[in-house]
């Protein structure tokens, strides 16, 4: 910690300059995004990253991952994605002038992710199979010819982790955080903020870290429940909730030292408490997630949490707009929607 320092300046991601390894860099205004107390439950906050630029919290990573890119001379940067990825990385790489090529599985990105890619301008190439195909196409073959931004990429996640200094900003070091797991990188991350703080003598109890997974893409939860060394990897991982519909998380062991560290836990939620989280989320706190996001609050509600509890919601409702039911009701003249609002 000795080139890092606690100096926060301007706003947004790059407002902890001094606690990353780059200083500036390529910006489309990410961070800064709302740490909402919750009607949910006693001492819930809700981090809503669906704020972000793109709508998900991968917009602070890539403003790293993407200067990088371009300071070592990259002409293309490559992804693989169940979709939020693929948004971000193309309107960043849009915003520096490089090339994106994005590695989908067909059938299994949301049309709004979708949608936000191409209008970037990324060159969308769909492959049969799931996520886990697309990286390792990605990882065996993309890197030779693009600079590779999934998050494996090291500075992806020094820019992910600024969530905990806002955090800390505004509410101190909670007693939970609880975060949505996908490919495992934004955990760790989390956690290595809370850390940086410690070490600065800012933060002087760690909260503790709270990995949720869907029951059918569960890995690492599972390997949790029975005490096992290393996740259960899944082939076809199933869940509404596209964007933690990984089943071979390549961040696992990062993931697995920040909850065993901060002496906390991995835990599923199902698709229906998924689902539910969304809706009581929208309708007592006015946020819309989509339900990847949305299973951060899933969790806290069935574990209950003592104490303060941050939950990270990862993307925007608007990011999987079809899982939503839509209902509406029909008046044929003036006085029927009178008779209505009389109600």
Known sequence: ??????????????????????KSGVSLGEGGTPLVKSNLGEGLYIKFEGANPTGSFKDRGMALGVTVARESNASKVVVASTGNTAASAAAYAARAGLRCYVVLPRGNVARGKLVQAALHGAELVMINGLFDKALEYVVTHGTRYAYPLNSFNP?????????????????????????????????????????????????RRLPKMVGVQAEGAAPLAKAWERGAPQPFFIDEPETVATAIKIGKPINWPKALAAVKESGGLFVTVSDVEIL?????LASRDGIGAEP?????????LKLKLSGTAVAVVTGHALKDPDVVEISAREVR????????LER
């Open 155 to 203: 500075w992806r996640l020094e820019g992910q982790k600024t969530l905990a200094f806002e955090v800390f900003e505004e509410l101190g070091c909670p007693d939970y955080v609880v975060v949505p797991v996908g490919n495992a990188g934004n955990i760790s991350a989390i956690w290595k903020g809370f850390k940086e703080l410690a070490e600065l003598g800012l933060c």
């Open 276 to 280: 539910r989280a969304q809706k009581l």
């Open 292 to 300: 990847a996001g949305a299973a951060s609050v899933a969790a806290a």
């Open 1 to 22: 910690m000795r080139d890092k320092y606690w100096s926060p300046k301007g706003r947004g991601v790059w407002r902890y300059a001094s606690m990353l390894p780059l």
């Open 333 to 340: 003249n003036a006085e029927e929607l009178v008779e209505l």
